[in-house]
Every structure is written in C-alpha cells, then in structure tokens.
C-alpha cells in the first residue's frame, strides 16, 4: 500500500468508559494560516451527543464530532481518500470523477484539446474522451477498503460556480429610454443601463468567465456517457448570494440558517430567479440533465438560504412570473432545485466543507461581512489576491473529513468537498491514542498510553 499524504492523530481521553475529550495532531498537512492566525492543533470537548468546543482562537475552526455518550474508545488506525474538486470559474474548470475503487479530479479546458491515459474504468474513460478533459497521474487514486462504489454507476462532482446575477458578458449595455429621465429610478438590467451597470459589478468571483464551459461540459457529458449511469452532484455555492446583497440570514450559535424575516425568502427568491434569467442557457442543461441523470444539488455558504424550501419555492415563483401579461415568456423556465447539506452514495461522502470552516459555517455572518467588505472596495477576488482574503485551510479541512470518517464509523472510503477553490486529492490515514488532555497556560499538555 503506497504511504499516506496526510496522517493524523486522533488522541481519546476516556472516563467511565465514555468519551469525554479529543485532540487531533496533523503530520504533514500543510500549515494554516489565516491573516495571521495559526489553526494547528484542534481541541475538542465532548458532551454526551454533541460537541462542545472550546473557542479560544485555535478553535474558531475546529472539526464538529458528535458520539454516543455510551460509545467506548475502541478504534483501530485506517485510511481515507479525500477530494477537494476545486472550482469552476474565473476560466478555471476542475471537477471530481469517482466510479467503482476509481477516483479522481479532472480539469476542464476549452482551449485544450486534452489528451488523458485511459484506466480500467470504462465509464470514465468515456469522461475522459471530452475535448478539452485532463488530469495529471497524483490526481488518479484508488478508493480504499471494503467501501469502494458501485462500478456500474459514475459519481461527476462539479465544485463550486458562484454564479451571479450578472448579464452574461456578451450582453449589450441597453440605452436609458428618454422618457425615463436622469433620475434614479432604476429598472429592468435588460431596459436600464443604470441597472445593468450595477449587476455587472455583482461578479466578484469572475465566474461568468466559466459558465459557457459548463453549458458545453453538460452537453458533452449527456452525449459521452449512459445518463442513467451517472449521479451528477453540484458541491454547493452554485450561486453568489452574498457579495452585494444584503444580509437575510442572522447569527445563530449552531450550524443552522434562520431568515431574517417573513420578506427574506421573496428577497432571496427574487435574486436567485433573477441569476436564471440572466444565465438561463447554463440552468436549462441542468433541466435537461434532470430528465436521465440522478440529480443531486447541494448549498454550501454562499448559497446557505438554499437550505429554506421558503427560498426555494419563492425562487420558482419569480422565475414562474418572468412572462409578459399575454403569456410571453420574457426569459426561459428553468428550476431551482432543492438542496441537502450533505449526500452519501456508494461508499462516497460528500459536502461543501463549510462544517468546519468558523467564520463561514452556517448561521455565522462573519463571511458575509468579509465578503461584502471586500466586494464594497471594487476590486474582484482575482484583484484582491486570495491568499489575503481567504486561503485553502487544508489542515482544518482535513481534520473535518477525518472527524466525520470516524463519527460515520468509517461506512465510506471517500470524502468530498469543495468551498476551498483548490482541487486536491490525498490518502488519509488516521491513527488513535490514548491518553490524557489538559489545557492550561495557553498551551496543550498530552500524555499518552499506548495506541488503541
């Protein structure tokens, strides 16, 4: 067995035969490092059937764990595959592959012709047949275990779009009619250039530069590959609903989205139908993707108000109402789907990764905040350099996808996220400890007894 990327170490201080602390130490994943704050070293008190964590500030991002208060320290050392399947914008195009013990993360380049080495998998190499599909051999990896999929059925995993209510860029400026005069009534993005300039500036991601090569993958992939063989999976963030929009969500101490008020779901709706309208060509394919395919949509932080049904259904009824009186639509009828917070299928377990990430978690405003504060300077992530708003955080990402392997008991032999933007794909392996844990100083103190 070739040796692990990451290894980490899962240290379990028991009394009575229960769980009551656990300390995580990495080896060799990358450092953390976040406008000068360090994530090493994760310290986690648990109580009863949840997680109590302990929020000085390494622990802003520590990994969520929930065990059964009865549950006895008895886990042997094993290993995981972790996938990070990237992003799809800024005109860089990644995604996740996993069919059968197969797995891997491809990029997506129009202006490549591509040129892969086919494997033993026979439903991704039709992937791999796409013009314009490669992928380098460290991303090629075999899922480990007695939870390898199914090898009938193609898991895709696109990652995250942040798809904006932006006119597409091929989109003209429309003149001001005259008898609208220069005040500041604003109207319709397609009738006023006062509002079409201002959703042009709604592009933070600069994700429009990757929507056409979505509409071309979709299609591709509908034409290479049995759709009823295929389980296609949009990681989360598919929309940008938060540079320059307001804030419909508040503060919550868990991990829930709650709407501001009654109005915030028709507020929310209306900018998610107003995405579809610009960009209805992108979202019709996943209409017509839905028709053969296993469909499956989740949200991740961006998207959070996603997790409403309120939302969602308020969304359908913009898009419902985009006609003229006499029935004409004004732009095509596409569908906002419902979305999970996580999925499971086939040994594979994926979320968007927001879980483990403080400040972006669900029900926290302060990514909300650090996204419009940035977004209000005029300047564009790609402007801003992401190493200085946000960075991969790999080691509390890590952690989190190995926290929940050993929570779900190890019923699966590959996580997936995306929320990061950086593609990556890693063997895990995790080993545990006894011992005893004590916080004092500012500091961590270990003893151990041996591994379990």
């Given amino acids: 067995m070739l040796p692990p990327d990451y290894t980490l170490r899962f ?29 090493d070293n994760v310290y986690i008190q648990m109580k009863f059937n949840e997680i109590s964590a302990n929020y000085s500030y390494l622990d802003e991002y520590a990994a969520s764990v929930t065990v059964n208060k009865k549950q006895k320290v008895q886990m042997p050392k094993g290993r995981f595959l972790y996938m990070d399947v990237g992003r799809w914008l800024d005109g860089k195009q990644s995604f996740g592959l996993i069919c059968g013990d197969d797995a891997m993360v491809c990029d997506y380049d129009l202006s490549s012709a591509g040129s892969c080495k086919p494997t033993r998998c026979d439903l991704i ?13 460290a991303n090629y990896k075999k899922v480990i275990g007695p939870n390898a999929g199914d090898s009938d059925r193609l898991i895709v995993i696109l990652p995250d779009m942040h798809v904006p209510g932006a006119p597409p860029l091929d989109a003209k400026k429309p003149e001001r009619p005259s008898w609208w005069g220069d005040g500041d009534f604003m109207g319709n993005w397609r009738e006023d250039p006062k509002a079409f300039e201002r959703a042009n500036q709604l592009d933070f991601f600069n994700s429009r530069a990757s929507i056409n090569a979505m509409v071309k993958f979709l299609k591709a992939l509908r034409y290479k590959v049995n759709p009823s063989k295929v389980v296609l999976v949009q990681i989360g963030d598919m929309y940008e609903l938060w540079a320059g929009h307001s ?19 028709e507020f929310v709706g209306s900018w998610i139908g107003t995405i579809h309208d610009m960009h209805a060509d992108l979202f019709e394919q ?20 996603l997790d409403s049904l309120d939302v969602v259904a308020e969304a359908n009824a913009y898009i419902e109402q985009g006609k003229y009186p ?17 999925f499971q299928v086939n040994g594979v377990y994926m979320e968007h990764g927001q879980r483990v990430d403080g400040p972006n978690r669900d029900g926290s405003v302060e990514g909300w905040q650090r996204t419009n504060s940035a977004f209000d300077s005029g300047k564009t992530m790609a402007e801003i350099g992401k190493k200085l708003f946000d960075t991969t955080r ?13 929570v779900q008991e190890k019923n699966f032999g ?9 593609p990556e794909l890693k063997y895990v392996e995790v080993i545990h400890q ?16 041996g591994a379990m």
């Fill in 394 to 406: 790999r080691r509390s990402f890590v952690t989190g996808a190995a926290a929940q392997w050993v």
């Fill in 247 to 265: 804030l419909e969500y508040v503060q919550t101490d868990v991990a829930a989205v709650k709407l501001r008020s009654k109005m915030s779901a």
């Fill in 414 to 422: 590959c996580y997936v996220m995306g929320h990061t933007h950086s």
């Fill in 11 to 39: 240290i379990w201080q028991e009394k009575d035969g229960k769980l009551k602390v656990v300390y995580c130490d990495e080896q060799d994943v990358p450092v953390d490092t976040y406008l000068g704050w360090g994530v």
């Fill in 326 to 342: 006499n029935g004409e639509r004004v732009f095509k009828k596409t569908t906002v789907y419902p979305r999970l917070t996580s």
């Fill in 125 to 137: 190499n039709k992937v791999l047949e796409i013009p314009g599909v490669s992928y380098v051999p």
């Fill in 434 to 449: 006894r011992g005893s844990i004590s916080l004092s100083g500012g500091k961590i103190h270990i003893q151990t007894s």
């Fill in 286 to 305: 996943f209409d017509i993707c839905n028709q053969n395919m296993m469909l499956v949509f989740l949200h991740g932080n961006h998207d959070s108000y």
